[in-house]
Antibody, heavy 117, light 110 residues
Framework: QVQLVESGGGVVQPGRSLRVSCAAS????????MHWVRQAPGKGLEWVAI????????YYGDSVKGRFTISRDNSRNTLYLQMNSLRPEDTAVYYC??????????WGQGTLVTVSS | QSALTQPASVSGSPEQSITISCTGT?????????VSWYQQHPGKAPKVMIY???KRPSGVSSRFSGSKSGNTASLTISGLQAEDEADYYC??????????FGTGTKVTVL
């Protein structure tokens, strides 16, 4: 069965960097576009970024554009989100999700990133 | 990127029907038939309930249905059950491979 496991979350100071990962299994990872979606504590879902199946195309939400970079390693079945210049408002649970015909099909359980001094 | 607008809360008694609205613009909900709905229980990951405005994934109860008129999409839950109590989010494709979520609706079963 499809499994997505996020990792790498933690507490980081404002202005610093952090990379979170999403390990995929149970499906052919290299055939699917992938998303990152985040949810601040007690708040709603916010779309963060998408990467095409082969990594050639990447798109971002306005709030993270220029600071975050989505990438993937299809040989390792792993999705990444490099987060630079972190701000307190980036504090959230970060979910990875598979893309299937313009909707978010399978989701991981998320990893919590806390930006605080 | 403004979020799609949903009511903050909707409630109903068991076996009743409720409808959650999701209002966007002519650049997202009104233009594309790529509206989806997600159910999220506390502390859990979201789960897709409806995609492409009105299609149900395998395994999702037929009590859940979706529709769209103009810039507003709707999710209807018929025969409301206790396990339907959760947060619900709509989402729409918004051109150039970007997406947007709704503000979220808390459904309470009275």
């Amino acid at each position: 069965q499809v499994q997505l496991v996020e990792s790498g979350g933690g507490v980081v100071q404002p202005g610093r960097s952090l990379r979170v990962s999403c390990a995929a299994s149970g499906f052919t990872f290299s055939r699917y576009a992938m998303h990152w979606v985040r949810q601040a504590p007690g708040k709603g879902l916010e779309w963060v970024a998408i990467i095409s199946y082969d990594g050639s195309n990447k798109y971002y939400g306005d709030s993270v554009k220029g600071r975050f970079t989505i990438s993937r390693d299809n040989s390792r079945n792993t999705l990444y989100l490099q987060m630079n210049s972190l701000r307190p408002e980036d504090t959230a649970v970060y979910y990875c999700a598979t893309e299937w015909e313009w909707y978010f099909d399978n989701w991981g359980q998320g990893t919590l990133v806390t930006v605080s001094s | 990127q403004s979020a799609l607008t949903q009511p903050a809360s909707v409630s109903g008694s068991p076996e009743q029907s409720i409808t959650i609205s999701c209002t966007g613009t002519s650049s997202d909900v009104g233009y594309y038939n790529y509206v989806s709905w997600y159910q999220q229980h506390p502390g859990k990951a979201p789960k897709v309930m409806i995609y492409d405005v009105s299609k149900r994934p395998s395994g999702v109860s037929s009590r859940f249905s979706g529709s769209k008129s103009g810039n507003t999409a709707s999710l209807t839950i018929s025969g409301l059950q206790a396990e339907d109590e959760a947060d619900y989010y709509c989402s729409s494709y918004r051109s150039s491979s970007t997406y947007v979520f709704g503000t979220g609706t808390k459904v309470t079963v009275l």
